[in-house]
């Protein structure tokens, strides 16, 4: 079974919350970064290796954005 995306949630102070629709994009010095939301509305963002990306984007637990 593929492993959720887990992130902080500023908004409710929670760690290790899932991220639901993640989407995973290159940043402009070549880290991966997943952008979704919580379920509840609160949007989320988390650092990835290169290897945790593309593993979520393999397993389909998120997608490619670049």
Same mark, same amino acid.
């Given at each position: 079974?593929?492993?959720?995306?887990?992130?902080?949630?500023?908004?409710?102070?929670?760690?290790? &919350?899932?991220?639901?629709?993640? &989407?995973? $994009?290159? $940043?402009?010095?070549?880290?991966?970064?997943?952008?979704?939301?919580?379920?509840?509305?609160?949007?989320?963002? $988390?650092?990835?290796?290169?290897?945790?990306?593309?593993?979520?984007?393999?397993?389909? &637990?998120?997608?490619?954005?670049?």
């Amino acid at each position: 079974m593929a492993k959720p995306i887990t992130a902080y949630c500023m908004k409710t102070k929670q760690k290790n &919350v899932p991220m639901q629709d993640a &989407v995973i $994009t290159k $940043t402009s010095r070549g880290g991966y970064m997943a952008q979704g939301h919580d379920g509840k509305g609160n949007k989320m963002t $988390t650092m990835l290796s290169e290897e945790n990306a593309n593993q979520a984007i393999k397993d389909g &637990v998120a997608k490619k954005g670049w």
